[in-house]
């Protein structure tokens, strides 16, 4: 059995007081927060994301104020807010953003997320208007109770790795395709995951999600899980994302089928070289497109620059995609509590592909790497024997 348990309703009330300090800075009376996961941060409710707009009011002074669809009344027990207030159903006479609006009564309001037909419809019942995500900006930083869902996920996600390398040459041998060799490691990993956390996280999010592909397919950055034997000689490409109590890790690993040519190699040590970069770079507190320009330079470097065809990572919490975006244009200072993906990537379209993928915490004294696959197996010893 694992201490781990869901995030208590205090962690989702000290939230709230965090984003109260966020709207007072930015001169608002308060947050109106529409987006799933900024609902999930502030109340701890993980409903699927659909037409029927949800939202929390999140007022700089006073009471929060819970806002959903008649269907969800049920869902609202239990968050620890008491003013709980619903709409029939969609569409509905008055679009369900504007009615919270009217519910809220305030003039100076931050909205994480408007659709672009409610706009002068909004900016007419207020005085002032800010279109930030300032929860967003408030999750970049994880507390420590974030961070420790984030490493137990990225070890089932690890979890995968291992069994895909051990079991891949046998699957293989036996005429077994991508699809088989999927579904072989993610029954081994989503097993022990529920085994070991399903009583104690009914209810929040939970699973892994995967992608094997092989061969030319491997150039594809998105590649298909296809019904394709792995061919000798081939990289084979495994990308795992792992989630627990609604928050994400990803591991992920390029694996030669048979024996690691010297190109192979050459570009593997590469592409360790730009992982080692960006690590760097996060680890002294450089912006986020400094980092991604360190990593893409150590590719650059091998000459491998036409091979790029992607950022060097992403953001992950309660999406397995958020920002901050280690990417250009994203000139957010690197600080401790953020959590991003590392994801070296190498692309000859019709011949092959290499990707590695690492999670890593940000700390006050550089940087944690949950994921582990990639450093207690060596470039040498990423291969599927057959």
């Known amino acids: 059995m694992s201490d781990l348990r869901p995030l208590p309703a205090s962690f989702f009330g000290a939230a709230r007081d965090r984003l109260r300090a966020r709207a007072e ?29 949800m939202g929390v009011w999140v007022p700089v002074a006073g009471d929060p104020i819970l806002m959903l669809p008649g269907l969800e009344r049920e869902n609202a027990e239990g968050t620890g807010i008491a003013d709980a207030r619903f709409y029939d159903e969609f569409p509905g006479d008055v679009p369900a953003e504007l009615w919270m609006l009217d ?8 909205i994480d997320r408007l659709d672009a037909a409610l706009l002068d419809a909004a900016r007419d019942r207020l005085s002032r208007l800010d279109l930030t995500d300032h929860a967003m900006i408030e999750r970049s930083f994880k507390q420590p109770a974030e961070i420790a869902l984030t490493i137990e996920a990225a070890r089932f996600a690890d979890l995968f790795l291992e069994r895909l390398h051990a079991e891949a040459g046998a699957i293989i041998s036996r005429g077994g395709t991508e699809a088989d060799l999927m579904a072989d490691a993610m029954a081994h990993a989503r097993g022990a995951l529920f085994a070991k956390h399903k009583t104690a ?35 084979l490409i495994a ?5 627990l109590g609604g928050y994400h890790a990803e591991s992920g690993v390029t694996l030669i089928v048979g024996e690691i040519a010297p190109e192979q190699r050459r570009i593997m040590t590469a592409m360790e070289a730009c992982n080692d970069a960006a690590v760097e770079a996060c680890a002294r507190g450089a912006t986020c ?34 920002a901050p975006w280690l990417a250009p244009g994203d000139t957010t200072p690197i600080r401790p509590g953020m959590i991003f993906s590392n994801e070296p990537g190498v692309y000859r379209p019709g011949t092959d592909g290499y990707r590695t993928i690492n999670t ?18 060596p470039i040498d010893a990423r291969v599927i024997a057959l």
């Open 360 to 377: 890593m915490v940000v700390t006050a004294n550089g940087v944690d790497v949950p994921s582990r696959f990639q450093s207690t197996t």
């Open 289 to 322: 497109v400094e980092a991604n320009d360190a990593a893409m330079g150590a590719l650059r470097h091998a000459g491998l620059g036409e091979a790029i065809r992607h950022r060097i990572g992403h953001g992950m919490g309660l999406e397995g995609h958020e």
């Open 201 to 235: 996280f009914a209810g929040t999010p939970m699973g892994i999600t995967a992608s094997v592909h092989s061969g030319p397919r491997a150039a594809l950055p998105h590649g298909a899980v296809l019904e394709r034997v792995p061919q000798p000689g081939e990289t």
């Open 25 to 53: 800075a930015a001169g608002l009376d308060g947050l109106l927060l529409l987006r799933a996961p900024n609902l999930a941060y502030a109340t701890g409710m993980f409903l699927s994301a659909n037409e029927r707009p």
């Open 239 to 243: 990308g795992i994302g792992a989630s």
């Open 103 to 110: 519910q809220i009564g305030r003039r100076a309001i931050g």
